[in-house]
């Protein structure tokens, strides 16, 4: 572990090399900071633009309807200090406990970006109905062959794997028809 050649301070994780007729004549060490202040490296690249994380963040600051901020459960959160401020403005988290100190604030953020506060699966609710079909109970045996073959194989037993194999195979191919 090598410290930054340029500021002494940080660690280094770039190394520049000074090829001399194709032979390393010297190198240089240095943190991601001071290369991007030497300019050896482009610096960060927004993600988004500022308009658009400002829309996006419009539910948490409301300075484009000329209220002012609303106040949060906390000045900062106590898990990483990350200040609430600090949150509002780049509208990212520091960390698991960021979203319980900052619950006040999501909660709004949540329901304007996808129209629920509660995750309610990935599956659509339309898939339900499928419960009732008779078929249902051919996709439970399916799961549990595919189950037991994965275990059969884990367990170095090929013969048996082989054999679950080729049923489902077998009740795959049945379904499809």
Request: charged letters at 30%; a negative charge.
């Amino acid at each position: 572990m090598q410290y930054c050649t340029a500021c002494q301070k940080a660690i280094a994780t770039i190394v520049v090399m000074d090829l001399t007729e194709g032979a390393v004549s010297g190198s240089q060490h240095v943190c991601a900071p001071c290369a991007e202040q030497l300019g050896l490296t482009q610096p960060k690249q927004q993600k988004f633009s500022s308009e658009m994380l400002e829309d996006l963040l419009g539910g948490l600051t409301e300075a484009g309807k000329g209220a002012a901020p609303r106040p949060t459960s906390g000045d900062s959160c106590p898990g990483c200090g990350l200040p609430a401020q600090d949150f509002r403005k780049k509208g990212r988290l520091g960390c698991p406990r960021c979203y319980d100190a900052f619950r006040a604030d999501l909660m709004p953020l949540l329901q304007r970006i996808h129209e629920a506060q509660a995750h309610v699966g990935r599956l659509p609710t339309t898939l339900g109905e499928l419960a009732e079909e008779p078929d249902h109970g051919r996709d439970d045996g399916l799961s549990d062959l595919r189950r037991r073959l994965e275990d059969a194989v884990r367990g170095e037993r090929y013969e048996e794997a082989a054999q679950l194999r080729d049923e489902l195979r077998r009740a795959e191919q049945g379904e499809v028809r």
